[in-house]
């Protein structure tokens, strides 16, 4: 495959514009979902979304993607509505509830999929690409349909920025501002749902929870501003769509969803490891330098603590004496003499005015100004 | 033994190992992280299938059983980095898994036995087939036989540890106290709950088997708080809804899988309605009669603060709380009822009764101390119905 290929083969093109493009709306909206700690709420809507489909089938007989999305869309904000109610009006928990609404709406989802299959109806093949997604059927009309939804979604969070960002950190603050918190909550929800319900033809109802998350979890890790954050998520999100999808289409059996997912992963681990502010490769380098510079100090306060018994502070001493003391080594000694803490002569050491009075006030330096 | 009723054992069997550990994972708070095994479990399967080529071996199910207890491990790790809260950790780990899996199948598409859908749903009509040969002896299906030796490995582990699990599943500190490591009751619990999902996944499937291990339990425990009750009504839902299944599926000639979740799906709603107490229907009934019995108290205390017979007028009422007519009149009425106020030519009084009882209450409201309210309660109780 070579990159010409994108602008003579059509599907290709199309599939891949497609995928970025759910990319993108799945960061930007995964975003609030995972600030909102409402990460398997994803997951929980779109096995919900599996008897949407099939009821819509059943009841129109048609196999039009519109028909059949705004069947899952329905049924995706039912099950919603009802993972609200089951934590709201009884003392069952969040993680209960939405395994409750996944696996229910998932089997009876599945009952009626295999009931269609057993229907005289020659129209009921491919229904089952919601189950996994199958990329490869995706067609201009539903590339045009994904972004025009992913504007609209774009429009009302510009429109609501504020509030948006004002019930994320703090609800309260919101309801004591006025605000009417149920109704931008229950926007935010319906706009998740909707990210959802449109992913589910490309990479299947399994899968499309890991769309939500994992572009917003590593964006997370690159910055504390939320607008950087949502923008962060759309491009890791648009990445994640181009490059599976040219990974899947470069070899035969690679189903577009689960590589698209295996890529968002790998922007995940790559943000865990290596972001500057909190990725582990960093805090780790934070770590050692601050032991490091912590054993310095325990070495230029053992020098002191000997130094102090001495009228002359620059009187030198031997290097052996700090032997019983276990924080020194030659790099230390060095490195001290280059902070010109003090200076080494042979074998001995001597304290310069310098290191004396950093020594003395070692433990201070840390003390709230009086 | 027909098929048909080794189907409906096999479905019962899985369904009452589902419910146990589901119980503990309800309580724990942790019903996700058995969605988490149940999809990650698959690269497991897959790779244990291509060594064994067989889907009933038991080293099969070990692989995979430590594939899901990999995956609990996993989320542990990236939850302890700090990065991620614990769901997101759940939610990134589990479906990269999964993808890994559904990636392997499809590169070793030539082994039409182990096929995406038979993931999903699992084959629990084909289960009889696959029979168990002793020494030339037809013994049954092996995985009636597999999923009743995880069945009874299970209640001898929940026997045997029964107290060490409730201590460290209600009480955490209690039990490190008591010198039960909360670690290891996690990850045996882990551990049973892997095994009992590799198993019941060659039944029902990948997905459907977190139906099996949540509702059952969510179900009883909107019925009783007591832990063995509770253990013996999910099994009861859990095989119940098994056999049931299985006949609403021959009836409607689906996937028994699908069936018995939905049965599983109605069970819980009926009792998510109607449950005593819990159940919606009474949570919105007892909201409402609280509604009304703070409005009476509201309505007392304004009485009781204001003598003049211009602010006790039935007409000035309605406007200086601020309540809707409707309302305004069943407070009214309710009071009424309860000998708390009289009327007198359109002026409303307190009696002795309701003036005892208002003292009571801005007693209580204003030292807020149980003591106060406990026997009030009983007076509470007056107003309902």
């Not at chain 1, 990159?3 to 995964?30: E, W």
């Not at chain 1, 304290?351 to 009075?357: A, K, L, S, V």
């Not at chain 2, 006790?312 to 406007?319: G, P, T, Y």
Request: hydrophobic share 55%.
């Amino acid at each position: 495959m070579d990159i010409t290929q994108y602008f003579t083969d059509y599907t290709l093109r199309t599939i891949t514009l497609g995928t970025a493009v759910l990319g993108a709306i799945c960061g930007m909206l995964g975003s609030f979902a995972v600030l909102r700690k409402q990460s398997l709420l994803g997951d929980a809507i779109s096995h919900a979304a599996l008897p949407g489909i099939a009821v819509a089938f059943l009841l129109t007989g048609a196999k039009d993607s519109n028909i059949l999305l705004i069947g899952a869309l329905v049924s995706g904000l039912i099950g919603t509505w009802w993972i609200r109610g089951i934590v709201t009006k009884t003392h069952l928990k969040t993680d209960t509830a939405l395994g409750l609404i996944l696996s229910l709406f998932f089997g009876f989802g599945m009952l009626l999929l295999t009931y269609i299959q057993k229907q005289p109806n020659a129209n009921q093949a491919g229904l089952d690409k919601y189950l996994f997604g199958q990329a490869a059927t995706l067609v201009e009309s539903d590339v045009i349909l994904m972004s025009t939804v992913t504007g609209i979604s774009l429009l009302v969070m510009l429109l609501f920025w504020k509030e948006f960002k004002l019930l994320l950190f703090d609800k309260n603050y919101a309801m004591t501002l006025g605000f009417n918190t149920k109704f931008i909550d229950g926007l935010i929800s319906f706009f998740i749902v909707l990210a959802i319900v449109i992913g589910l033809q490309t990479v299947g109802v399994v899968l499309m929870s890991a769309m939500l998350l994992a572009p917003a979890a590593a964006a997370r890790q690159w910055t504390n501003s939320l607008s950087v954050m949502v923008i962060l998520a759309a491009i890791f999100g648009m990445f994640s769509g181009v490059i599976g999808t040219a990974i899947s289409a470069s070899q035969n059996n690679l189903s577009t969803g689960p590589v698209i997912v295996l890529v968002a992963a790998v922007f995940v681990i790559i943000s865990f490891v290596f972001s500057p502010g909190r990725g582990i490769l960093f805090k780790q380098l934070r770590l050692l330098k601050n032991r490091r510079e912590l054993e310095l100090q325990k070495t230029l306060y053992f020098m002191y603590s000997i130094v102090r018994k001495h009228d002359d502070i620059s009187r030198p001493h031997a290097i052996r004496i700090l032997n019983n003391f276990q924080g020194f080594t030659k790099g230390t000694l060095s490195q001290l003499e280059q902070k010109d803490w003090i200076v080494i002569q042979g074998t001995n050491w001597s304290m310069t005015p310098r290191g004396f009075d950093t020594a003395a006030n070692l433990y201070n330096s840390n003390l709230p100004e009086q | 033994m027909s098929p048909s009723i080794e189907i409906q054992l096999i479905a019962a069997i899985t369904a009452a190992a589902c419910a146990i550990p589901g119980v503990f994972l309800v309580l724990r708070k942790m019903a996700l992280i058995s969605d988490a095994i149940s999809h990650s479990i698959l690269p497991g399967i897959v790779i244990g299938f291509m060594i064994t080529q067989d889907l009933a071996s038991p080293w099969l199910i070990l692989l995979a059983a430590v594939s899901g207890i990999i995956t609990v491990v996993l989320v542990e790790l990236i939850q302890k980095t700090g990065l991620v809260k614990e769901d997101t950790a759940i939610g990134l780990v589990f479906p990269a898994l999964f993808s890994v899996g559904v990636l392997l199948i499809a590169q070793n598409a030539n082994d039409v036995h182990l096929d995406v859908d038979a993931v999903l749903l699992g084959e629990l009509a084909f289960a009889p087939f696959d029979r168990l040969i002793v020494g030339g002896i037809d013994v049954g299906p092996k995985s009636l036989w597999t999923i009743t030796a995880i069945l009874s490995f299970t209640i001898i582990l929940l026997i045997a540890f029964y107290k060490e699990l409730k201590v460290s599943t209600f009480d955490i500190g209690l039990s490190s106290a008591l010198g039960f490591s909360p670690v290891i009751m996690h990850y045996g619990l882990m551990s049973v709950a892997s095994v009992t999902t590799v198993a019941a996944f060659d039944a029902v499937g990948a997905i459907l088997v977190v139906a099996l291990i949540i509702t059952p339990a969510a179900a009883a425990y909107l019925l009783t708080t007591d832990l063995k009750k509770m253990l013996a009504l999910s099994v009861l839902f859990g095989t119940s809804s098994a056999i049931g299944g299985y006949w609403f599926a021959r009836a409607i000639d689906a996937s028994i899988a699908g069936s018995i979740t939905t049965v599983l799906g109605l069970l819980f709603l009926i009792i998510y309605l109607f449950a005593p107490s819990k159940g919606l229907i009474a949570v919105l009934l007892k909201q409402s009669s609280q509604r009304i019995e703070v409005s009476l108290l509201t309505f007392l205390l304004h009485l009781n603060n204001h003598d003049s017979l211009e602010e006790r007028s039935v007409a000035h009422l309605q406007e200086h709380i601020n309540w809707q007519r409707v309302k305004a009149k069943s407070v009214l009425d309710l009071a009424l009822k309860n000998n708390m106020i009289v009327i007198d030519n359109k002026v409303v009084s307190l009696t002795q009764k309701g003036l005892d009882f208002t003292e009571k209450a801005i007693e209580y409201i204003i030292t807020n101390k149980d003591e106060k309210i406990e026997d009030m309660k009983d007076d509470f109780f007056l107003f309902r119905g």
